[in-house]
């Protein structure tokens, strides 16, 4: 072990971490804690699917709140 490197205990542990955290915030959280796990070489993979869940996540929740916006579903936060 070098003396930069960092240890976790649980490699599940921290995916699902990440996972809730971009799921709930995304997509700002999601990439912080997706690229914090990504500086770190054996929890890439993970980082990555943290990364690509939160944007697809913050995709999907911008266009279904148009979308709920525009059938009148969900109020207008923003006056224009």
Same mark, same amino acid.
């Given at each position: ?7 976790? %205990? ?48 913050? %995709? ?19 006056? %224009?």
């Amino acid at each position: 072990m070098n003396a930069g490197e960092m240890v976790l %205990t649980s490699k599940r542990k921290w995916f699902w971490i990440g996972m809730v955290i971009a799921l709930f915030l995304p997509p700002v959280p999601g990439l912080v804690f997706g690229i914090g796990l990504y500086t770190e070489k054996p929890y890439r993979k993970e980082a990555l699917i943290i990364i690509v869940w939160s944007l697809v996540w913050a %995709t999907c929740m911008f266009f279904l709140s148009r979308y709920l916006m525009a059938a009148q579903l969900a109020p207008y936060i923003i006056q %224009t």
